[in-house]
Structure formats: C-alpha cells, structure tokens
C-alpha cells in the first residue's frame, strides 16, 4: 500500500524546489568532483574521491525519496472554519491557561518550533476529529497533558 503524503501546496512547492536544486545544481557538483578525482589518477587512496561517491549516493537517494513523496502528495485545501479538526486546520488550545496555536499539518512539513505538528504524531492524532470545547488528553515523555480546543480555522 502506497501511503499518502499530506501536503499544503506551500508544502509541495518547497519539496519541488529541493528535487529541481539536486537534479539540476547538486548533482552536477558532485558529478564534477568525481570526474576531477578520477583526472588526478589512483582513486584507491583518494579521500576526496570517496567523500564525492558518498555524497552522490545521499543526492540520488533523497532524489528518489522527494520524487516518491511529490507522486504520492495530497494536497490539503485550506479549510476555514470547520466543524472538526482535520489535516490542514489551525487550531487554538488552551493548556494550563495559555492559548496556543497549532497548524495540523503532514510529517513532511511538521515544524513544531513553528507550531506546525504532524497528523501522525501523538498529539496531532489525539486532535483529529475533535470540535471547539472538547478536551484531548495526550500522553506526553513527562505525563498526561489536556487541552482545550477553542477555536478551528
């Protein structure tokens, strides 16, 4: 089964940007190291050889993991004022007195310094689905945490 990659299309255009950088910037780079060791002769001891082999091999790979994710994306829509949390809202909780704002969002755009969370994170599942007033309950590395969901945009 393919999974799902939910994505604002901030999300999509950001992940475009970073395949187009490798394909056409980074991936010549490395490419031209490698042909500039290969030039200066034995490559069996030549630290700069190996270092751009493995830089290359990192390139390719996230090339094939972000052209994965952009094939299998989901674009969140922006929803306004919903009935119930979903992937793409921007909520305001109210813990221990203090509001804040939260944007549910897909793993590959979490940021929780930014107050963006994962879907697929304890406290993003523990909002899913929940409407203004309910109180969500998330087991947290240092005790159980409630909130209150106050508003959803």
Known sequence: MIKKNYLTEEGLSELKKELEHLQKVERKEVSDRIRKALEEGDISESGEY????????FVEGRIIELASKIKNAVIIKKSGQGKSIRVGSTIVVKSNG????YKIVGSDEADPVAGK?????????????????E??????????KSYRVMTIG
């Open 135 to 144: 109180i969500v309950k998330v087991e947290t590395p240092v005790g159980q």
């Open 98 to 101: 203090k509001e804040i704002e």
């Open 50 to 57: 190996s270092e751009a082999k493995e830089q290359q091999a």
């Open 117 to 133: 969370i994962s879907n697929e994170s304890p406290i993003g599942q523990a909002f899913l689905d929940r409407e203004v007033g």
